[in-house]
């Protein structure tokens, strides 16, 4: 396994990761526990897999080089949104002190919460609602993700990021888009830089496209 998982620390590397810590997380995070059982033969190459719903398992490299860009020092509260089948949410336990993630489907909520359970990972919470509306009664996050497309970030996520906060999210309208990292200053979120462009599913919900 660990030569696998060494597969996908070349590929972040090659993309431009550096951050040792992002690239250790990947090293010791078996991305085969987080993907459909008929796919983990697939497992650590690194491109998108197939969920139910129409939905997709983020590239690898892709993953750490957003998460890179949260700049996690491992006191942070985290804020995911779209939990998918949990491999990114167990990279960001790693990283952070504790996360809380958002599903909007309940099926693959409760695969998510299989599989960091048998992981041992118990730092996180999966919840499953509007990742769109955020989680209001556990705000300010120090840091938010968002694994899906919008053409703005929606309020309700400016709103919950903590001041000096990151937020890293696909800019466009689901198909191509510019993967951006903001930063809450004191004027509210600023954009900062894009990371890279990419292709991700649409963010629907109540401040997100309509479903």
Not at 99 to 124: C, Y
Not at 153 to 179: K, N
Request: proline share 7%; with cysteine; charged share 20%.
């Amino acid at each position: 396994m660990r030569q696998d998982a060494e597969r996908l620390v070349q590929a972040a590397l090659a993309a431009g990761v550096q951050d040792p810590r992002v690239l250790q997380a990947l090293r010791e995070v078996p991305r085969a526990a987080f993907v459909p059982a008929d796919l983990v033969g697939q497992a650590y190459l690194d491109q998108p897999l197939p969920i139910p719903h129409g939905q997709v398992t983020t590239q690898p490299s892709l993953v750490a080089r957003m998460v890179e860009a949260l700049g996690l020092a491992g006191s942070e509260k985290v804020l995911e949104v779209g939990t998918g089948y949990g491999f990114q949410t167990a990279l960001l336990a790693r990283l952070a002190r504790f996360v809380w993630s958002v599903e909007r489907w309940p099926d693959i909520a409760e695969q998510a919460r299989v599989h960091l359970a048998r992981q041992g990972i118990s730092n996180v919470a999966v919840v499953t609602g509007d990742g769109t509306e955020g989680l209001p009664e556990q705000a300010p996050f120090e840091a938010i993700i968002v694994s899906a497309a919008f053409l703005r970030v929606p309020e309700p996520l400016r709103e919950q990021l903590a001041p000096g906060g990151r937020l890293v999210q696909p800019i466009g309208s689901g198909g191509a888009e510019a993967v951006v990292l903001f930063v809450k200053g004191r004027g509210g979120l600023q954009w900062c830089r894009t990371i890279v462009g990419a292709h991700f599913v649409r963010l629907y919900g109540k401040y997100g496209f309509p479903s």
